[in-house]
């Protein structure tokens, strides 16, 4: 094996299983979300009960690790792999979406948290209902939702060639990103934001 076929193959060993150790957080986390459509306590509470796992420092560090390593090995591979067909299409662009998402979304949170706020259901509802902000969150949190699944279904598709469960996965992830943002909205009708939060985004967004 050349040394560049051996460190794209270790490229793709890395992304697989770091895909697969963020899969299981996403899953809660996007269980978390819907529970928005109950109300915020809901999703507080819930949110509450998760982070007793993922905020322990040995699961948070692993969960950390693998979000940088799915972006940096999925960009890389973006540079470097050759896609012809619509799937591979599908697969690389929502990667590539999913990147950048992580980057902001991972930041945002860890430098809230570093100012010292609870970055709970608040946090990230502020964005989504404040004007003008809620142009730039409500396509950012919905392509990101929309982005997991069809990234998954393409992956689905190529290993499987199955393609009723590769569309149902990606319609599921779909209706899901406008449940959440359905949730998050009071159903467009707005929500309060409490004044730490609603500071915190003025800071970037104004409004
Ligand atoms: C509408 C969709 C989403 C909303 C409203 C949302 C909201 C949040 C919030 C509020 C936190 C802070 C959690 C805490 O303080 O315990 C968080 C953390 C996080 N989110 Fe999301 N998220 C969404 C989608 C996603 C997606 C699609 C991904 C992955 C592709 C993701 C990955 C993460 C990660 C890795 C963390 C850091 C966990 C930690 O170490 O504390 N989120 N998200």
């Known amino acids: 094996m050349t040394k560049s076929a051996h460190a794209t193959s270790c490229s793709k060993t890395i992304h697989y299983w770091s895909g697969i150790t963020l899969s299981v957080f996403i899953g809660f986390h996007l269980f978390n979300q819907l529970t928005s459509l109950?109300?915020?306590?809901?999703?507080?509470?819930?949110?509450?009960?998760?982070?007793?796992v993922y905020r322990h420092p040995a699961v948070e560090t692993i969960l950390l690790i693998a979000v940088l390593f799915q972006a940096v090995?999925?960009?890389?591979?973006?540079?470097?792999?050759k896609r012809s067909s619509t799937v591979e299409k599908i697969q690389v662009y929502s990667g590539l979406y999913l990147s950048f998402f992580l980057f902001f979304h991972v930041g945002a949170v860890l430098y809230g948290r570093w100012l010292g706020m609870n970055t709970h259901f608040y946090f990230a509802a502020?964005?989504?209902?404040?004007?003008?902000?809620?142009?730039?969150?409500?396509?950012?949190y919905l392509l990101a939702v929309a982005g997991v699944t069809l990234h998954v279904?393409?992956?689905?598709?190529?290993?499987?060639?199955?393609?009723?469960?590769?569309?149902?996965?990606?319609?599921?992830?779909?209706?899901?990103?406008?449940?959440?943002?359905i949730g998050f909205t009071n159903r467009f009708q707005w929500r309060e934001i409490p004044p730490a939060n609603k500071a915190f985004i003025q800071q970037s967004f104004g409004g």
């Not at 109950?38 to 007793?52: E, L, N, P, S, Y």
Request: hydrophobic content about 55%.
């Open 38 to 52: 109950i109300g915020a306590d809901a999703h507080i509470k819930v949110m509450q009960a998760f982070r007793t």
């Open 126 to 140: 502020a964005g989504l209902n404040m004007y003008p902000a809620m142009f730039f969150f409500i396509p950012y």
């Open 153 to 181: 279904a393409a992956v689905h598709y190529r290993k499987t060639g199955s393609l009723g469960w590769s569309r149902a996965i990606a319609i599921t992830g779909v209706l899901a990103a406008l449940l959440i943002i």
């Open 73 to 81: 090995t999925g960009l890389k591979m973006v540079f470097t792999r």
